[in-house]
């Protein structure tokens, strides 16, 4: 009996602890078609950095970034995008950035074609003032590229390719979608971005002020439709990005490489994605153990009096889930729970977190469109620096972002030279961040552990628990960068300056952990139930008639992931559009002091 009460009381302090976070979920729907709408979002940055007044020379360090999120401040301006001049007073020379979005609900959308069409038009719109702007230019038609990958199902990634100063300022990349319905929020941004741009004029967006952008848009556009994490294949894409070194690769010719090609997390060596599966131990963090929490039977009696609104049994989703949950992080920790959920499972298939058999068809397109494309490598090969920004939500305090980043350097003769100039991203960045954690990579050694101070840091909020974790899109690409851009000598631009890339996860957080967890199982027992429905002969025959329907094709949507991961509220709307685009900016300033550096130092070894 005893026992009983105490169960139920774990479940009361749980019903009060998501009442207390409801406070979050204003529910307030964005109207920006005739009514309503958020309030204006204002963005204040400003970038301070020292001068050498003997030979004019602007330092790399960062003196001060100024951040300003309160859209009180009169001082903030309404349309000034980028100005640059010298302090006299200060000694420093600033960048500003200010800007006002009058109209924040136009960057946010309901669902995927509609974000897919805000994207279509926001770049041509770019396109469009910009070739308005330097109509008397020969080049104008090679400035902006907008691209379509098929998936499945008529849904696509989106590539818009905003050319700049390639060689000297490098290359941004900025990706959304990942996990289907967490694209929501970095397609806001990625409009947001190019709003911006579009609202500065001839002189602030010359070619050679600005790095190339590269946008990357709905990378998982079935999970994006369908208001899930997973694709069209129950796979999620951030597990799915298995590092992969044949014995015959033309860049692992000799034993060092063979060395560095080794997993980085415990020093195996995988010749394929069927290789890995193969020797990854299924329970290697504990999924097979707990189980029974994130896979549970659906006690759903097809008693119309015991179904709740969602499809589920009125006790799976409310006393069902905390009974079980509550008692098993009580007894386990919240962390070990976590790491057995978000590790990734490859054996599966309708469990969560499933990684898959091999790699899909949205992970090739982006492989092989940066990679393996003669003419798009070029947009690395040339870049002396890469810095990607992957978006993601979920996980952290609402509203911040959270940043995890590797970083890949390549070392040449002037390595030692520039080792006091290199610059620190963490300096940039850590400003605004809630938190920041990273990973260091260079072409001469392998080092993946975070230094004592780092892994003390509020970084631990969100990517606690990430240690078994494979799969993931940025350690993929950062080692993809590292072998076949890197290592590749024929592909450098310059032989006398070193390149470097940073890859970097920007986490937004919504709900605490045991929330999103209980998004995620529920999800999970409704899809697989919508899948066994779809199975009975009456359904087939409804789906094969509608197949070649593409609005019918995907009719599944998530009621629990979309509040999970996109919270319809102002005030988590107007952090992830302040941050998300203060992000971007930082990244654009980090590559014009890294540029300064590589000049600095280039001078110094002639």
């Not at 279509?120 to 379509?148: H, P, Q, R």
């Not at 008692?327 to 469990?351: F, N, T």
Request: aromatic share 10%; net charge negative; proline share 2%.
């Amino acid at each position: 009996m005893m026992k009983f009460l105490f169960q139920i009381t774990l479940v009361v302090v749980a019903i009060l602890i998501y009442r207390f976070y409801g406070r979050y979920y204003d529910s307030v729907i964005c109207a920006n078609n005739g009514g309503g709408g958020d309030p204006s979002i204002r963005l204040n940055l400003k970038f301070q950095y020292p001068v050498n007044n003997e030979n004019n020379y602007i330092d790399n360090s960062i003196v001060n970034i100024e951040f300003n999120d309160n859209n009180d401040d009169d001082s903030t301006g309404t349309g000034e995008i980028e100005s640059d001049y010298y302090n006299s007073t200060t000694e420093f020379y600033e960048y500003k950035y200010q800007y006002e979005y009058k109209d924040p609900c136009k960057l946010f959308s309901s669902e995927y074609m509609e974000a897919r069409t805000k994207f279509g038009i926001a770049v041509n719109l770019y396109k469009n003032k910009k070739n308005d702007e330097d109509d008397d230019d020969d080049d104008d038609d090679n400035t902006v590229e907008l691209l379509s990958f098929p998936v499945t199902g008529g849904l696509t990634i989106d590539v818009a390719i905003l050319y700049g100063n390639t060689k000297e300022l490098g290359t941004i990349i900025h990706s959304s979608g990942v996990h289907g319905v967490e694209g929501y929020a970095g397609s806001a941004i990625q409009l947001a971005i190019l709003e911006l741009l579009t609202a500065s004029n001839k002189a602030q967006q010359r070619i050679e002020r600005r790095p190339t952008v590269i946008l990357m848009h709905a990378i998982n556009p079935v999970g994006m439709k369908e208001y899930r994490r997973c694709n069209e294949n129950n796979v999620d894409l951030n597990r799915n990005n298995i590092i992969i070194h044949k014995d015959n690769d033309n860049d692992n010719n000799n034993d060092d490489d063979n060395d560095r090609d080794r997993d980085t997390n415990n020093n195996e060596h995988y010749t394929s994605f069927k290789d890995f599966v193969s020797r990854r131990d299924p329970n290697i963090a504990g999924y097979d153990d707990f189980r029974h929490l994130f896979v549970p039977e659906d006690n759903d009696d097809n008693n119309d009096s015991s179904t709740s609104a969602e499809g589920l049994s009125l006790y799976d989703t409310t006393i069902g889930y905390y009974r079980k949950t509550i008692p098993a992080i009580w007894k386990y920790g919240l962390i070990a729970i976590k790491r057995a959920m978000v590790a990734g499972q490859y054996h599966d298939q309708g469990g969560l977190n499933y990684g898959g058999q091999e790699q899909q068809k949205s992970i090739q397109h982006i492989v092989d469109f940066l990679f393996n494309n003669n003419d798009r490598k070029e947009l690395l090969n040339n870049s002396q620096s890469v810095i990607w920004i992957d978006v993601h939500t979920g996980l952290g305090p609402f509203g911040k972002d959270s940043i995890d980043y590797h970083r890949v350097d390549e070392e040449d003769e002037y390595e030692k030279r520039r080792q006091v100039l290199r610059l620190e991203p963490k300096d940039y960045f850590s400003s605004i961040a809630y938190s920041v954690t990273t990973t260091t990579t260079t072409t001469n050694y392998l080092n993946s552990a975070k230094s004592e101070s780092e892994s003390e840091s509020n970084s631990a909020d969100a990517f606690k628990g990430y240690d078994l974790t494979k799969g993931m899109l940025m350690e993929y690409i950062a080692d993809s960068y590292r072998r076949k851009t890197l290592n590749n000598s024929s592909s450098s631009s310059s032989g006398s300056c070193s390149r470097s890339g940073i890859f970097m996860i920007q986490e937004f957080g919504t709900l605490p952990t045991v929330l999103v967890g209980r998004a995620l199982i529920l999800d999970n027992m409704l899809y697989q139930k919508h899948l066994n429905n779809n199975k009975n002969p009456q359904n087939q025959a409804r789906n094969n008639h509608n197949r070649d329907n593409e609005e019918l094709l995907f009719d599944y949507r998530s009621p629990f992931l979309k509040y999970a991961f996109y919270p319809q509220s102002i005030e988590w709307r107007k952090s992830i559009i302040q941050r998300g685009v203060s992000l971007f900016l930082e990244s654009i300033e980090y590559s014009k002091a890294n540029s300064r550096v590589l000049l600095k130092g280039k001078q110094k070894g002639e």
